[in-house]
């Protein structure tokens, strides 16, 4: 048991599985014996908007919105919004994020900088986890859609997360559809088995 709370936030759009990804750490957590308190701050997320859940646990949680500045990991299923999270990063705070830029309307994928986002994230933490995650996801399937497993993946294979790795299969085993687990378990994995 951690002594302090801990502060996550996830980020991304709608439709990536934020909630989904936001859900199977919470029920995770509760199994680890943690109190937890979860929000969600959304536009149009089941249109493509930009969604951000924040998820805190420890021994005993008043809030549920991670303080500014006060996230000790932000998992992010897009470079740019990664970057906007960054107002609860200080340091110390991990950020884990899938390097593709989905370029949400307005933008255009051409006018946005990705090196320039990269160097903007890193002048408020040295501690910045790129994931070409569609590249890695298609060793297994052609379906991009499960960015959100391999992240956590990712968060518990390099122990980012105050949670056993047991936990969050046993979370994501009761939240995710029977016909699509076995898929989304190798995606999980792909860390793990030193595929990548």
Same mark, same amino acid.
Do not use: W
């Given at each position: 048991?951690?002594?302090?709370?801990?502060?996550?936030?996830?980020?991304?759009?709608?439709?990536?599985?934020?909630?989904?990804?936001?859900?199977?750490?919470?029920?995770?957590? @509760?199994?680890?014996?943690?109190?937890?308190?979860?929000?969600?701050?959304?536009?149009?997320?089941?249109?493509?908007?930009?969604?951000?859940?924040?998820?805190?646990?420890?021994?005993?949680?008043?809030? =549920?919105?991670?303080?500014?500045?006060?996230?000790?990991?932000?998992?992010?299923?897009?470079?740019?919004?990664?970057?906007?999270?960054?107002?609860?990063?200080?340091?110390?705070?991990?950020?884990?994020?899938?390097?593709?830029?989905?370029? =949400?309307?307005?933008?255009?994928?051409?006018?946005?900088?990705?090196?320039?986002?990269?160097?903007?994230?890193?002048?408020?933490?040295?501690?910045?986890?790129?994931?070409?995650?569609?590249?890695?996801?298609?060793?297994?399937?052609?379906?991009?859609?499960?960015?959100?497993?391999?992240?956590?993946?990712?968060?518990?294979?390099?122990?980012?997360?105050?949670?056993?790795?047991?936990?969050?299969?046993?979370?994501?085993?009761?939240?995710?559809? =029977?016909?699509?687990?076995?898929?989304?378990?190798? @995606?999980?994995?792909?860390?793990?088995?030193?595929?990548?």
């Amino acid at each position: 048991m951690i002594n302090k709370t801990f502060n996550l936030i996830l980020t991304g759009y709608g439709g990536q599985g934020v909630i989904t990804m936001a859900e199977i750490l919470a029920k995770a957590a @509760i199994y680890q014996g943690f109190d937890v308190k979860q929000a969600e701050i959304h536009g149009l997320a089941q249109r493509g908007g930009a969604l951000e859940c924040h998820l805190r646990f420890g021994r005993e949680v008043f809030s =549920p919105l991670v303080p500014q500045a006060g996230a000790d990991l932000i998992i992010s299923l897009d470079l740019l919004e990664a970057l906007r999270a960054t107002n609860y990063a200080n340091s110390k705070t991990q950020i884990l994020t899938n390097s593709k830029l989905f370029s =949400p309307q307005p933008f255009e994928p051409k006018k946005i900088d990705s090196g320039k986002i990269i160097n903007d994230i890193k002048k408020i933490t040295k501690n910045l986890k790129l994931v070409e995650a569609e590249e890695l996801i298609k060793k297994i399937t052609k379906d991009t859609a499960m960015i959100n497993i391999l992240m956590l993946g990712f968060a518990s294979a390099l122990k980012f997360l105050p949670i056993k790795k047991e936990l969050i299969l046993k979370a994501m085993k009761e939240r995710i559809r =029977p016909i699509f687990i076995e898929t989304n378990l190798k @995606i999980f994995h792909l860390v793990f088995l030193k595929k990548i």
